[in-house]
């Protein structure tokens, strides 16, 4: 698979509800599409970069410098046997792992193309059917959440999430618990209880709770070790996470119970399988996360979880919960059952809205071999 250009996209995608979490709302994302040109083969990926610098130091801007002066650069012009074999050029580039997903995760697309494979086949899937949960930002009152929680649960997903933070956490939790006892609930404190004492957090277990996700800070294996001790609510790690070591050393301090995999925050496909064989391997369950994509990242979701160790609901859900037109068709749909069928198309089974990508984009630029970007 030659790599002859990479082309960088911006888009903007107003969100039809803002999402709130521990670290801030936002209203809208703007989006980095990556396209990576292939003898006659397009592959298309997603950046999952933020806004800002706010759940990881990646946001948007350093995504697409890095992409153009270092990492774009050792792509283009050389030839990969497959595609994850782009990951080791890229690999003298410390970090930046969202940007180097969305370079590895368009050759996959590329790839699978070129070989007439659905992606989740060509990664390894076996599930010809996914299990879909919802996570659900802070609102500004209680009776909206719990609004929120009732249209999804009525749509059919399997599992709730909600965001929690010091003050948004208990009696919401308690709340939601007096309505609906038996629902498959976690919660997602993205980082909020580090300066809190972890003697209080025991108040967690009376939920009854399927995990809570990212208690402690964003960067910490070693605290969540001793946190998962002193409670009984399963710990799921997802910021500290950021490759396979970090997965294995969470789990031999017994720093967590479940994984979160998010392709971008780890580095691209290649990774994030390693740390599902890793878990797997360990009986130590995972399930795919989400960063507000738009149909071209959930795709590639969509098709991740179709490894087996994807035992738990993910935050894989639907673009109309996003999105008033998503950039793909067919959009993202789910199933009254709270799943998503995966297909044998070739490719994600999801086509690329190009008229509409077009008016979306605020800027672009082709990174070429031996020649300067236009
Ligand atoms: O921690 O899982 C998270 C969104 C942005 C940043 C971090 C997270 C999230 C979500 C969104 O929870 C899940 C989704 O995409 O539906
Ligand atoms: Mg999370």
Known sequence: MKVEAITLR?????????????FGRSEGRRVLLVTTHCEGVEGWAECVAG?????????????????????????????????????????????HNMAKAALENALWDAEAKQKQLPLWRLLGGTLREINCGVSIGIQNSHEQLLEKISTELTAGYQRIKVKVKPGWDFDVLAKIRSRWPEILLSCDANSAYGAVDPQSLSKFDEFNLLMIEQPLWHDDIFEHANLQRQIKTAICLDESIRNVRDAQ??????????????????????????????????????????????????????????????????????????????????????????????????????????????????????????????
């Not at 595609?83 to 890229?90: L, N, P, R, V």
């Not at 979160?260 to 890793?278: C, D, P, S």
Request: glycine content about 8%.
């Open 51 to 95: 806004d800002g610098p706010f759940f990881s130091y990646e946001w948007i801007e350093t995504a697409w410098t890095t992409i153009r002066e270092f990492l774009a650069l050792s792509l283009v012009g050389k030839n990969f046997a497959i595609a994850a074999d782009c990951a080791e050029a890229m690999s003298q580039v410390r970090g």
């Open 249 to 374: 050393e969470a789990i031999q301090l017994g720093a967590c119970r479940i994984i979160n995999v998010k392709v971008g925050r780890v580095g691209g496909f290649r990774e994030a399988i390693a740390i599902h064989n890793v878990c797997q391997r360990s009986n130590i369950p995972v399930w795919c996360g989400g960063m507000l994509e738009t149909g071209i990242g959930r795709a590639h979701n969509i098709a991740l979880s179709t490894l087996p160790n994807f035992r738990l609901p993910g935050d894989v859900s639907a673009s109309k919960r996003y999105w008033a037109e998503d950039i793909v068709d067919p959009e993202v749909e789910v199933s009254a059952r709270g799943t998503i069928k995966v297909n044998d198309t070739p490719g994600t089974g999801y086509e690329i809205k190009r008229d509409l990508i077009e008016r979306l984009t605020v800027r672009t630029e082709t990174i070429r071999h031996n020649a300067a970007s236009v």
């Open 10 to 22: 911006e888009i903007r995608m107003p969100l039809k509800y803002f999402f709130e979490t521990s």
